[in-house]
């Protein structure tokens, strides 16, 4: 029944080599160009991906001193990925970071001050630019946008006035609307507000409603607490009118996440973001019109920020890994995301080149949302719990939690962690 | 386990009247070797297991945060203070909740905290996260509908497939194909079937004739739980039917020819040949459905997220909730332990139940 010592020691040399393995590191040559390690999250999206290895290419290409690697991440992975490198003195030298993300980890030390000059970074869209503190910490070539697509035959039949940016829907035409076209329109609802999605998509989609009416996540002046922002009279008032859209049916409390009511017409009108303006195109044409945002009380508002670059604050190679994102600021690399992916150009410059955003293009109606509409949300570390909080806090609104007690709760959620964080350094 | 088994029996046939170098050498090298066997699950279960337990355990005392700045601080038991306090505040004629809990109010007892529940007009429950009550809640009442029918289900299943019939194996190929679909494809299609216009809804409405009102299973505090429990039955059933289908098959066919020898009716066959034979596959069924349905996460972050109203919120939920998306892993940590102690609470009361009728 013995097997022979050979085999034995296959087997424990197998189970060592499996140990050493985990353990071991890849390090870079010391001779020749400096490297320059960069992430992205965006492993799962091809287009973006190759876009980012072309800047990375050419800026190869065009220089000897410095070699820039980049390792792609999936999405849903990328933050944890991060964290964890940060905990264990790891980070690479130029990262992207989801907008909202930013004040955090720059908070916490990971990012480095990008120190690029003003006249760059003032061409950009105020809501590409990650500031903590006031300081700029990253820096985006595109942003994303929502607004109300909808259909002029529709509009028109149920003789409603199709708004304009300067003129946009005021809360009473917007609600008249949308009451108009659930009970006479043959729709399961007026409007697909998109409440399916998860995550980050409800503090993004639907916080820039509360602002419109006055309120705020968080009192910005302050950054320190959200009592009277997120509970005062006009954050109730919010609340009040949103709840109401699902208990007058005028709108899906658990819409399905592909977004499809607007495209297969049961709902008359979608809020959703730039991506989906390739499908509506595609569906309905000439008839499509991609609406401003209601002006429920403060003007109309949506959320800023989308993916950003920034330099972290370990990094040995401060000045090549500025070299390279000057590099890739390049009007041309905006555009190339812009045509590839469907995202907002950061710079005028950059949109002219593009063919759906330049003046007179078909979704350039997204870039002045952004211009003139978007608020970005509050640069504070605070903001993860924030937004978790704030998810929480409407999706029970949306499910017919007593609004004022509710939002009052959310407000000693995020005050107890900002409390407990001593104030996050405000 | 093998390994141990076999060295054991490695000694055994060594003749005990020979306990010369040999044999001890050989004994040396053996167990050499079982260490080198056991070294890669060792290791993996210290990192992955022994380790991740001992840093909560630890974790859970500090007010650590998954990105910060600032060290972790020794907190003492604070995080499990606000985990657990509980408050009755009788509310004086006129006074609202909030002018007690709101923070800067002079009340240090309840500031902070939240309705739990609602007593009577002037008595209400505080607690410091009453979202972990709710959790605490929904995960037993999973756990207490989900053991039953998912064991029983399973092992009528099982029954029902172990009969020598043409083309029973593709009964239990289908029912055994949840199991090894992924928990979040299978989450995300009864998703779309529990819609206001999905396949249930109109299903039952073509077999009503159109009298069936549309139920939003997901979208009613109602009906989200019992929506997540028939959808989480239906995935694992396929898993302990093949449990019990394995441990209907040690069953001799002798004793079932014996007892027909001896008339007894196809109650009595089940209740005195097969249950009994099933009592050591019964034990790993209740455990194995026990601990799934205590640890319920997936559905719950595809299906729900916790809502609506905390319907459908678990503890685990909430933990990964508390210490990844809003990055107060000290506090996640506390709940984590916490659990862990009433998970280990409700296993060792299931092994010593089962273990007396053993």
Redesign the interface.
């Known amino acids: 029944m013995r097997r022979p010592l050979f085999t034995r020691i296959l087997a424990v040399a197998a189970s060592a080599t499996l140990i050493a393995g985990c353990g071991s590191t890849d390090r870079g040559d010391q001779t020749g160009p400096k490297t320059i390690k960069l992430w992205t999250h965006a492993a799962g999206n091809p287009e973006e991906l190759a876009t980012v290895l072309q800047i990375v290419n050419d800026f190869n290409a065009s220089q000897q001193e410095y070699r820039v690697v980049h390792e792609a991440f999936p999405q849903g992975a990328y933050n944890d990925a991060v964290t964890g490198a940060a905990a264990a003195g790891r980070l690479p030298c130029v990262l992207d970071a989801d907008g909202p993300v930013v004040p955090n980890w720059a908070w916490a030390k990971y990012l480095a001050p990008l120190g690029l000059p003003r006249s760059t970074t003032d061409k950009f869209l105020p809501s590409t630019v990650g500031k903590y503190k006031d300081t700029i910490y990253a820096i985006g070539h595109f942003d994303a946008a929502v607004g109300i697509y909808g259909r002029k035959s529709v509009l028109r039949k149920h003789g409603i006035r199709i708004p304009t940016i300067d003129t946009p829907w005021t809360l009473q035409e917007f609600d008249a609307a949308l009451v108009k076209l659930k009970n006479e329109g043959r729709f399961d609802y007026a409007i697909d507000l998109g409440t399916g999605g998860g995550g980050e998509w409800w503090p993004y989609a639907f916080s820039p409603l509360l602002q419109s009416f006055g309120g705020d996540l968080i009192d910005r002046s302050s950054m320190t607490t959200a009592e009277g922002a997120l509970n005062g009279p006009a954050a109730v008032k919010w609340g009040e009118w949103w709840q109401s859209l699902f208990q007058r049916r005028l709108a899906n409390p658990s819409e399905a996440t592909d977004r499809v009511a607007f495209l297969n017409g049961k709902a008359a009108l979608a809020w959703d973001g730039n991506w989906g303006a390739r499908d509506a195109i595609e569906k309905y044409g000439d008839d499509l019109v991609i609406l401003p945002p209601p002006d429920l009380g403060t003007g109309p508002k949506i959320g800023g920020a989308s993916w950003q670059w920034a330099i972290t604050s370990s990094c040995e190679e401060q000045e090549g890994a500025r070299r390279y994102l000057e590099f890739s600021l390049n009007p041309k690399y905006i555009a190339r995301f812009s045509d590839k992916v469907g995202l907002i150009p950061a710079t005028e410059e950059a949109a002219a080149l593009t063919k759906s955003y330049r003046q007179g293009g078909e979704l350039r109606v997204f870039v002045d949302f952004s211009r003139r509409f978007a608020v970005v949300r509050p640069p504070t570390p605070a903001y993860p719990v924030i937004s978790s909080v704030f998810e929480k806090a409407a999706q029970d609104i949306t499910n017919g939690a007593a609004v004022k007690t509710r939002l009052d709760a959310a407000v000693d959620e995020i005050d107890a962690n900002v409390a407990s964080n001593g104030n996050y350094g405000f | 386990m093998v390994v141990t088994t076999?060295t054991r029996?490695?000694s055994v046939?060594e003749p005990p009247e020979r306990p010369g170098r040999r044999g001890s050498l050989?004994r040396r090298?053996d167990s050499?070797?079982a260490?080198?066997?056991t070294?890669?699950a060792v290791?993996l279960l210290t990192l992955f297991v022994a380790v991740p337990v001992v840093l909560a355990f630890v974790l859970g005392f500090t007010?650590a945060?998954?990105?910060?700045?600032?060290p972790a601080r020794f907190v003492g038991t604070e995080n499990f203070s606000r985990l657990l306090d509980v408050d009755v505040l009788e509310l004086p004629e006129g006074a609202q909740?909030?002018d007690y809990?709101?923070?800067g109010s002079g009340h240090p007892e309840y500031e902070?905290?939240?309705?739990l529940f609602t007593v009577d007009e002037d008595t209400v429950v505080l607690a410091g996260d009453p979202t972990f009550w709710k959790s605490l809640r929904n995960t037993f009442l999973l756990a207490l509908v989900i053991v039953p029918v998912q064991g029983g289900l399973g092992l009528l299943l099982a029954m029902l497939v172990n009969q020598r019939l043409p083309g029973i194996r593709i009964f239990r190929t289908v029912y055994f194909m949840p199991v090894v679909t992924s928990m979040v494809v299978v989450s995300?299609l009864w998703?779309?079937m529990y819609?206001?216009?999905g396949l249930i809804n109109s299903m039952l409405g073509t077999l009503t004739f159109g009298a069936w009102d549309a139920v939003?299973w997901?979208?009613d505090?109602g009906t989200a739980l019992p929506a997540i429990m028939v959808m989480s039955v239906w995935q694992g059933v396929g898993f302990h039917m093949v449990i019990w289908l394995a441990g209907l098959q040690t069953i001799p066919p002798s004793l079932y020819e014996a007892a027909l020898m001896d008339g007894a009716t196809a109650w009595q066959r089940f209740r005195y040949v097969t249950w009994p034979g099933l009592r050591p596959t019964l034990v790993f069924v209740l455990v194995t459905i026990t601990l799934a349905a205590l640890g319920l996460f997936v559905q719950i972050d595809v299906m729900t997220?916790?809502?609506?109203?905390?319907a459908t919120t678990t503890v685990v939920y909430h933990a990964v909730?508390k210490g990844?998306?809003?990055?107060?892993i000290g506090y996640g940590a506390a709940i984590s332990l916490v659990f862990f102690v009433l998970v280990l609470t409700v296993s060792l009361i299931q092994r010593r139940l089962t273990r007396e009728r053993a």
């Open positions: 076999r029996r490695a046939a050989r090298r050499l070797a260490l080198g066997m070294a890669p290791v007010n945060r998954l990105v910060s700045p600032e909740v909030r809990t709101r923070r902070g905290k939240s309705v995300i998703r779309f819609q206001e216009q939003n997901l979208g505090p997220q916790g809502g609506p109203l905390d909730r990844f998306r809003e990055q107060q």
